[in-house]
């Protein structure tokens, strides 16, 4: 192709099996970037090379769905759960027969190509498996499946089978398949948070909850595994393990966007709050489609389940205005301003708020009004500095309520959880050294930099120094932002490090670079300017250069469990 040409693009194919963004229903996905070329046009196109395909290889109840953006498409195809790999293969060559047909190059034969997908058709066939799924779904149970195993109901009651080898439905227990209360908890900042938070009130109220994040996966205080399982296969994981009694279910972004949800059916979800993170990815450009993103955990609630909104995020309320009206009375608003006009609405209403008065955090429903506790009694607010964390727990009140917790059950995990390695690892920790206050916390973007920033400029301090570096899938603009954040803390030395396993295609020094040069510009000397070679040796050297009376802030993305032990151990 010329530069005169149209260019049309994959950015990516992946298969859906859960709720997406699109729609409700399994299959594949395929991101395209078009230029030269009107979207809507090559929409059309794409949808007519779809459709052939489908009528040949016989799907023929099998349709497709789009989604539009500045400069491409989303373009997904539904298909049985079975043939998931060769919808993926549907829509490729769907593809590229309409890059060929627009751009007046010859189509090949489609006869080569209907032959091929056939025979994966039915090579990946599973019968045993999709009757499964249809019996689950008569007898209202649980059903989850991978590419590894398929299992029946949650918890105690499990069932679990190769998924090449799924059981006669005779085989199957179907009374003993129980399915758990389960929550969904999204947002920009204060997932991981929230999830843990939510779990502390779960044992206090007697109940082994299980919790996935982006740190691991726990049932209780035991650790399944270490790693990012915000997603759906974090969620299986955890739904099949016998000890689980309640899940609360972390689900970022990424998980939505290339899976889909982790389930179909929750009992509650939580979004904390929506900032421009990650934009630029699976054709989310904007704040306002990232938000529309985080709605998607709304798909999983029942007639009866409750979705715990922000009312403080303007960005949450306006989509709530346009989206949300026929679940209007099962939402749950919270603030940090009783004042707050949504809060004051929904109040009129007889609707569930959470709010913050007069150093008090309170539960509304209809008429009826109960003081949880104090911010001050709740210590990962820092008597009330971390206000971040006051909507933290705020959000998660509602969510619990909507879990059927009692107040004193809440009260006790609220005053119970705090913000140090064991509760909430690399979320606000604080330790002392020497007589300097350390505060280590995973402040990944500019919302959550501003909240800690706003958090540590109450605290007195005779010196600061920032610890920084960034994952390499970010932006040098959102670099840059994250660095003009950091920097409105008033630093007094800057430790600038790569964090090694995320450099994300980065070259080793790029990212440290680039905050350097943001923070010249904002007037920062190069003798306030060091450098080391990885997050833990960074830490090294900000505590020999700590004294008494000194603040100091590190973004531990990595090597945290190190920096943990030579804080402790010190």
């Known amino acids: 192709m010329n530069s005169s040409q149209p260019q049309l693009l994959v950015d990516d194919l992946r298969r859906l099996t859960g709720p997406s963004l699109l729609w409700d229903k399994p299959g594949s996905i395929i991101d395209v970037l078009i230029t030269g070329l009107p979207v809507a046009q090559v929409v059309v196109a794409w949808q007519q090379q779809v459709q052939y395909l489908l009528d040949a290889v016989g799907w023929h109840t099998d349709t497709s769905c789009t989604r539009l953006f500045a400069g491409g498409a989303s373009l997904a195809i539904s298909s049985p759960i079975d043939a998931l790999y060769a919808s993926c293969d549907i829509n490729e060559i769907a593809w590229q027969r309409c890059c060929l047909q627009l751009t007046g190059e010859p189509l090949p034969a489609v006869d080569i190509a209907v032959q091929a997908l056939t025979q994966t058709i039915a090579a990946e066939r599973n019968p045993e498996l999709i009757a499964l799924q249809k019996a689950a779904a008569e007898h209202a149970a649980a059903f989850l499946w991978d590419d590894d195993e398929v299992s029946i109901g949650h918890g105690k009651g499990v069932q679990i089978w190769p998924t090449h080898a799924a059981p006669a439905l005779g085989c199957v227990d179907w009374h003993a398949a129980q ?99 990650h934009l630029g990815e699976y054709g989310i450009n904007t704040l306002a489609e990232l938000t529309a993103v985080k709605f998607v955990v709304a798909k999983a609630l029942g007639p009866e389940g409750v979705l715990v909104l922000n009312a403080d995020d303007d960005a949450i309320v306006t989509h709530s205005h346009t989206h949300c009206k026929n679940i209007a009375n099962t939402i749950c608003w919270f603030s940090l301003d009783c004042r707050n006009e949504v809060v004051q609405n929904h109040m009129r209403g007889g609707g569930r708020v959470a709010f913050q008065r007069d150093g008090q955090l309170i539960y509304y429903r209809g008429g009826a009004e109960e003081a949880i506790i104090a911010v001050q009694q709740v210590p990962m607010t820092l008597d009330g500095a971390a206000t971040h964390n006051i909507a933290n727990a705020l959000g998660v009140i509602g969510l619990c309520k909507a879990l059927q917790f009692d107040t004193v059950a809440i009260a006790q995990g609220l005053s119970a959880f705090q913000s140090n390695a064991n509760d909430n690892p690399g979320r606000g920790n604080q330790f002392a ?34 610890l920084l570096g960034q994952a390499g899938d970010r932006c040098d603009e959102d670099i840059r932002a994250l660095a003009a954040a950091a920097c409105q803390l008033g630093v007094d030395q800057w430790l600038l490090v790569d964090i090694a396993t995320y450099l994300r295609g980065r070259k080793p020094g790029e990212i440290p670079g680039i905050i350097a040069a943001r923070l010249r510009e904002l007037g920062v000397a190069d003798n306030q300017i060091a450098y080391a070679d990885s997050v833990f040796a960074g830490t090294k050297k900000a505590l020999a250069w700590a004294r008494e009376g000194d603040s100091l802030l590190l973004m531990a993305l990595d090597d945290r469990d190190k920096i943990f032990t030579l804080l402790t151990e010190s």
Not at 257 to 266: D, H, S, Y
Not at 458 to 465: G, S, Y
């Open 433 to 466: 050294y020497k007589g300097a206050k350390v505060f280590i916390d995973f402040a990944h973007n500019v919302h959550s930099m501003n909240a800690i920033v706003n958090t540590l400029r109450t605290m007195p301090a005779k010196r600061r120094l920032v």
């Open 179 to 277: 399915t758990l209360p389960c929550a969904l908890i999204t947002g920009t900042n204060g997932k991981s948070t929230s999830v843990r938070l939510a779990s502390k009130i779960a044992a206090a109220a007697g109940i082994t909850a299980g919790v996935t994040s982006t740190d691991f996966i726990r049932v209780g205080d035991d650790i399944i595994d270490t790693g990012d399982f915000s997603g759906p296969g974090g969620a299986r994981m955890l739904l099949r393990d016998q000890r689980t009694e309640l899940a609360l279910l972390e689900v970022a972004r990424g998980g939505i966007l290339r899976r889909g949800l982790p389930l179909a059916n929750a009992a509650a979800a939580l979004i904390t709050n929506v900032a421009e993170d």
